[in-house]
């Protein structure tokens, strides 16, 4: 046409961004494996990772870093290119590896956003940690004494210390810095279920590591500005005290033998009927001589509160001779009672 004359010689200038045969395959370039590695990511499994993206000239298109947030997603399901899902299957927790992708496993002819199409990619990423759904929580023990008979069950009473932390060693809480114990009952509901499980058959003065997924730790909303989402939890636990709580069921019990004459001992003024007051009086005196125990770890006016009631079975304030039972007169009745 106008633009090259016949017969004339060519010279070309070429700058070349990338290349890529339609036969290729993604290319891994392992840049930092951690010394330890106990377990490889595989297919269902939900990574938290880290990354970079660029273009093979180095043109970077996005980073996570940028947003303060790790990309997560599960693995080898489709949720990501086919390329990325891919490269990272076979990492550890901490890795560092180069995925290259070339287009047709990545975002093909017509590209997206900031990406060209055609252009092969290069995404360097940092694993921060991986777990899958069907994950428990896992337990080693670190330290335990000699003496080790008697067990933390369910209704027991503990007081602890611990370093909370994320996979990569990233600290989120400690209970040294503060200068104090956590104290719970175990299997009440005040910690995560991770934890319940994590403190469970535990001598005083014994170490473990504890290690928690998201699904029994904070899920995956995590906790604001403390706990991210869909994080693994590690805390290092040692166990300083423990007392024994009471059957399933119960929130008071008798260590010796039950007055025959019980009603009349509460009803200290002999109207028939016995008042929250009165009520609280005698168990707190028993409590108190050794005669009876509570169920450790709880609010003693909620307890007894509680349990008063339950006898209040008409619910007036008042309980009588006539509504009055101890826990095995009960009809196997769902009550905290006496």
Not at 69 to 76: E, F, S
Not at 113 to 131: E, N, R, T
Not at 139 to 164: Q, R
Request: hydrophobic share 35%; charged share 25%; net charge negative.
């Amino acid at each position: 046409g106008k633009e090259i004359p016949g017969q004339a010689s060519l010279v070309f200038d070429v700058a070349l961004l990338d290349l890529h045969n339609p036969k290729d395959g993604i290319t891994i370039e392992n840049q930092q494996v951690p010394e330890s590695c106990e377990r490889r990511s595989q297919t269902g499994d939900f990574l938290r990772y880290h990354y970079n993206g660029t273009l093979l000239d180095g043109t970077l298109f996005d980073s996570s870093y940028s947003r303060n947030h790790t990309y997560d997603t599960y693995v080898g399901k489709g949720y990501v290119i086919a390329g990325m899902d891919e490269g990272l299957l076979g990492v550890c927790t901490g890795e560092k590896r180069r995925i290259i992708i070339p287009p047709h496993l990545g975002y093909g002819e017509e590209g997206r956003g900031k990406i060209p199409g055609s252009a092969v990619l290069v995404f360097d990423i940092h694993v921060v940690d991986f777990h899958n759904p069907s994950d428990s929580v896992s337990i080693t023990v670190n330290y335990k004494p000699s003496n080790c008979t008697v067990l933390s069950k369910k209704g027991d009473y503990l007081k602890y210390h611990y370093n909370a932390s994320l996979l990569d060693g990233t600290l989120l809480d400690s209970t040294h810095s503060l200068g104090k114990t956590y104290n719970i009952v175990l299997g009440s509901g005040q910690v995560v279920v991770g934890m319940d499980m994590g403190l469970q058959d535990m001598c005083v003065g014994e170490r473990r590591t504890v290690v928690i997924p998201p699904h029994l730790g904070y899920g995956e909303d995590g906790v604001e500005g403390e706990v991210p989402g869909s994080a693994v939890l590690v805390f290092d636990i040692e166990l300083l005290e423990l007392v024994s709580g009471l059957p399933e069921g119960y929130m008071f019990v008798w260590n010796g033998e039950v007055s025959p004459n019980l009603f009349e001992e509460i009803d200290k003024n002999r109207d028939g009927e016995v008042l929250l007051e009165e009520f609280s009086e005698y168990i707190q005196a028993q409590v108190d001589s050794g005669k009876g125990k509570l169920a450790p770890g709880f609010d003693f006016e909620k307890i007894v509160k509680n349990m008063f009631t339950n006898q209040d079975r008409d619910g007036n304030g008042k309980v009588t001779a006539e509504e009055f039972k101890l826990k095995d007169q009960e009809a196997k009745e769902e009550h905290d009672e006496l």
